[in-house]
């Protein structure tokens, strides 16, 4: 109960729900949503004129559903990628504003899809299995003991927490790795003498993923993926990611890191580039205003893009809600890269 005092009278009224909404179902008959845990009756009873302070007023809160609506429709329908890592893997704050995100845009029309890796959770065990990590240029040395590690990690445990997080959160979700219906098909790197088991994207197969997606569900994928032989292999994320939506013709790819995006000049926060073309990214590398481990990133949404994605954003995984605000609003979270 809330009550506010004011020049004039407050008018009271009495607010009550037996009736939760239905939750967002496929439109498969055989493939549904788990009810959601609202069966709760909710009564309010307050005198109100305007609203607490620091509180929105629910005037407040149906313009910035309107403002939404644009977006909404843009996107409704459309498939999403999504590669996450970094802070937001590691943070339970930003994990579950990750999830959230997810779950509100498959609940108004997304198509969402998560690719993850998981290399701290990678590293934890290697140490308590005293294996040293090693990497070479930014990669994981990968020898078969290292691989195991990786693929229990990643499909075993990542992979669930992940799926089981969306679910508890309202929607559905199916974990999948490369090996899944032959979704990825490996090979290995041009220098696996040196860094082992450690793959490149050879071929995508997105027939397992689309009638998922077209009922509903959020696939969530381990980028992990065997050759035509069998043997596993470590993929990077953000390959996985950008070589996904290029064979699903996705509307947009994005990837959570760990910086603003991509910044003009690298010393300089306050320098993000909000929107930029193939073209000019690819001179910034030249003129070595991009680096380091943004390189291989750029270069996974140029590909993305030439094969047909629409969009590819480089965004702030650090920011709370950070997708909503890459999607859902003119300002984004970061860089936009556009063909």
Do not use: W
């Amino acid at each position: 109960m809330a009550t506010v005092t004011s020049n004039t009278p407050p008018k009271s009224f009495s607010l009550s729900i037996s009736n939760p909404l239905k939750p967002l179902t496929p439109k498969s008959p055989s493939l549904r949503f788990p009810p959601r845990n609202n069966h709760h009756r909710l009564s309010i009873n307050a005198a109100v004129s305007s609203p607490p302070p620091n509180s929105p007023s629910p005037d407040y809160r149906f313009e910035i559903l309107s403002e939404s609506l644009p977006f909404i429709q843009k996107f409704r329908g459309k498939t999403i990628v999504v590669k996450y890592g970094g802070a937001a893997m590691t943070s339970p704050e930003l994990k579950a504003s990750v999830v959230s995100d997810l779950v509100l845009l498959a609940c108004v029309g997304l198509r969402p899809i998560l690719v993850h890796g998981g290399g701290p959770d990678i590293n934890r065990y290697l140490k308590q299995l005293n294996i040293p990590a090693e990497f070479r240029d930014g990669l994981r040395v990968t020898d078969a003991t290292t691989m195991e590690i990786v693929s229990m990690v990643l499909v075993g445990k990542v992979n669930k927490n992940l799926v089981s997080l969306i679910n508890a959160a309202g929607a559905t979700a199916v974990g999948l790795s490369g090996h899944d219906g032959r979704l990825l098909t490996a090979r290995p790197v041009p220098n696996s003498d040196q860094l082992g088991f450690v793959g490149e994207v050879a071929r995508v197969d997105p027939s397992v993923l689309r009638p998922l997606v077209g009922s509903g569900y959020i696939p969530v994928i381990a980028s992990v993926a065997a050759d035509e032989a069998g043997q596993a292999y470590n993929i990077n994320a953000d390959t996985v990611a950008g070589e996904l939506a290029a064979a699903l013709g996705a509307e947009k790819l994005i990837l959570l890191t760990d910086v603003a995006g991509i910044l003009e000049d690298r010393e300089d926060v306050g320098s993000l580039v909000k929107e930029i073309d193939i073209k000019g990214v690819k001179k910034m590398i030249e003129d070595g205003k991009v680096g380091g481990g943004m390189i291989p990133k750029v270069k996974c949404c140029i590909r993305s893009l030439a094969q047909g994605v629409k969009t590819a954003s480089i965004i702030d995984g650090r920011r709370q809600h950070s997708l909503l605000h890459e999607i859902m609003s003119d300002e984004g979270a970061g860089t936009m890269i556009t063909g």
